[in-house]
């Protein structure tokens, strides 16, 4: 097997590997190791310097996962029972650790190219495969090319005006850097409070000279109650492996977080002070999970509202600072949950302020700090942290193209169109792992991943079989799939609040909901309904002319947006 060709695709004896898989982040340490135990050949592309993906990138103060650590791990026995986390919330250098352990002990790291960026790959029909090039020179050919790239990995680039001229050093929270970052003394700026900025912001106030905090939208940010980890708890998991596996997979979070179980008005008001108590209690994204109804009905979802209201004002003592910090115009669970580590007390800490910038607007970035319309702050150091490219982002910067020279996005201006989130019509043997329109960011990622993977997998062995060399969904299955992912979001809230999981299309203001909010074990139930059906709404070893026209994709995206 050679890891470094120049074959063309045509060569006799077919492409260089069976599967070409891009990121070795969780997706991908595990998409390489199940590939390789099906016996197919597999060559792993990865920017990075090493493996974790996005937990290889975002090294800044306070990263960890907001998943209890019990279930954000791969099921497999012994992986499970060798390894031991040491919190219930894990931090981001214990993750990488556990992400090298994998990928030693899957024996995966020697199929990827290390440090490589993937600059395209062209789709052959003549011979149905990918040639995958990279900026150091490859050119690879493969069967399948499976994007295990991540959802939230490009990160947003900070387009401020001005900020070239900073005259202070500036970091991404996305992109840290692998020295480290001193803050001793320094006047600190971060701006952005999502899921990275309230951990950061949380870590870096104990470190630095001052610390200023820029928010524009506030977020309803939920305490981790991390600690340690209940050892007994996890070695009765690692006692039961696969039966706990299979109750993630049954779960709608494909994690065992607790659920809901009565509407917020089948409660009388003790019964719901105790239930909102109890949640609150537990942490993080169970504040997500109290009623059935507080996704979908507004007087539900107004009470764990203000009750998440009420706690910031008991955390933060200055009244004027807690009003600011209190999300008031969108209903919780609307936006993705933060969840941190005392994020509302570092705002009672002398060397920490807040800038609104929602009603006082960055203005400028200048050399010697922030102009917003009221007056200048003075920095050293610039932290930002504003989120990724979100779905669209990483496929895009992977540049892949079919035999009509068309990329998958150009195919979604209108919103993502898949089937199962998984494939695109027009681009055969492309898997978008965790893509749109499957649970994707809804969901425990591992879950997600190895659910997604598993199902390539044996849809791979699937035409190896049959000898088939070319899959891609049906049009009309595919407009299904989307429909049905555009049905099930209609009646959330979520879907008419601005976040970075809803397309908006701008000239009608149209919205689609990006994942599929229906539940990983529906979404699971659906794929076993097509394996078993003998993949339906697959099509093998045919040309789909009619997916391949910009204008046929256009009237079909049109007639899916939801809203108005
Ligand atoms: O990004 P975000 P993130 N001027 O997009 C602000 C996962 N994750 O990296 O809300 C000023 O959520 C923006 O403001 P606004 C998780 O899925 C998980 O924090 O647009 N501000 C917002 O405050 C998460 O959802 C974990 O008004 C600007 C922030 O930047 C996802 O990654 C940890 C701005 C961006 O928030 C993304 O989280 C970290 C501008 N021009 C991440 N542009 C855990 O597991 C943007 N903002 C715990």
Request: hydrophobic share 35%; net charge negative.
């Amino acid at each position: 097997m050679t890891t470094e060709s120049t074959a063309t695709p045509d060569a006799e004896g077919g492409p260089d590997y069976d599967v070409i898989v891009v990121g070795a982040g969780l997706g991908g340490i595990y998409a390489v190791s199940r590939f390789v135990k099906d016996g197919l050949s597999v060559f792993g592309v990865e920017a990075g310097a090493d493996v974790g993906g996005v937990w290889y990138h975002n090294r800044y103060p306070g990263a960890r996962v907001d998943v209890e650590s019990y279930f954000y791990s791969y099921f497999d026995e012994d992986l499970y029972r060798e390894w031991q986390w040491n919190e219930r919330y894990p931090t981001q250098p214990e993750i990488l650790r556990y992400l090298n352990f994998a990928a030693d002990r899957l024996d995966v790291r020697r199929h990827f190219r290390f440090s490589t960026w993937m600059t395209g790959a062209q789709w052959h029909p003549q011979t149905n495969s990918y040639t995958v090039t990279t900026d150091t020179g490859l050119s690879v050919t493969a069967r399948y090319l499976v994007m295990t790239s991540g959802q939230l990995s490009k990160p947003r680039k900070p387009n401020f005006a001005g900020i070239d001229d900073f005259e202070g050093e500036w970091y991404q929270t996305s992109q840290w850097p692998e020295r480290g970052v001193d803050f001793a003394g320094q006047r600190v700026g971060v701006i952005g409070t999502g899921s990275s900025g309230v951990q950061t912001i949380s870590a870096i106030a104990p470190q630095a000279g001052e610390l200023v905090v820029f928010q524009r939208t506030a977020n309803y940010t939920i305490p981790a109650v991390n600690g340690a980890l209940d050892q007994q708890r996890y070695r009765q998991i690692a006692e039961a492996v696969d039966e706990t596996w299979g109750e993630m997979l049954a779960h709608p979070g494909g994690a065992l977080t607790p659920l809901p179980t009565r509407a917020a008005f089948d409660y009388t008001d003790t019964e719901r002070a105790e239930v909102l108590e109890k949640r609150w209690a537990y942490g993080g994204h169970a504040m997500n999970a109290v009623f059935t109804d507080q996704g979908t009905n507004m007087a539900s979802n107004d009470i764990v509202s203000e009750f998440v209201r009420s706690k910031i004002r008991q955390l933060v003592d200055d009244p004027e600072t807690a009003q600011i910090l209190s999300p008031v115009d969108y209903p919780i669970g609307s936006r993705r949950l933060c969840v941190c580590s005392g994020y509302y007390e570092t705002f009672n800490r002398e060397n920490v302020s807040l800038v609104d910038i929602k009603n006082d607007p960055i203005v400028r970035i200048t050399p010697t700090g922030v102009q917003t319309e009221s007056g200048h702050v003075d920095l050293d150091v610039l932290v930002f942290a504003i989120g990724f490219d979100a779905f669209t982002g990483a496929l895009d910067n992977a540049n892949v193209a079919n035999e009509h020279g068309s990329h998958p996005s150009d195919s979604w201006k209108r919103g993502p169109r898949t089937y199962l989130g998984l494939m695109t019509t027009g681009f055969p043997n492309l898997f978008i792992v965790t893509g749109p329109g499957s649970p994707s960011v809804l969901i425990n990622f591992f879950a997600g991943n190895v659910q997604h993977i598993d199902f390539v997998a044996d849809l791979i062995s699937y035409m190896t079989a049959h000898e088939y060399t070319r899959v891609e969904p049906d049009l009309r299955a595919q407009d299904a799939w989307t429909q049905h992912v555009a049905d099930v979001s209609s009646k959330l809230l979520r879907l008419n609040v601005e976040n970075y999981m809803v397309h908006v299309n701008r000239d009608d203001n149209t919205r689609v909901f990006m994942p599929y909010a229906g539940g990983l074990s529906a979404y699971i139930a659906r794929c076993d309904e097509i394996v078993a059906s003998g993949y339906e709404g697959f099509v093998f070893d045919e040309t789909i002319e009619s997916a391949l026209t910009g204008a046929s994709l256009g009237l079909q995206a049109d007639s899916v947006v939801v809203g108005s």
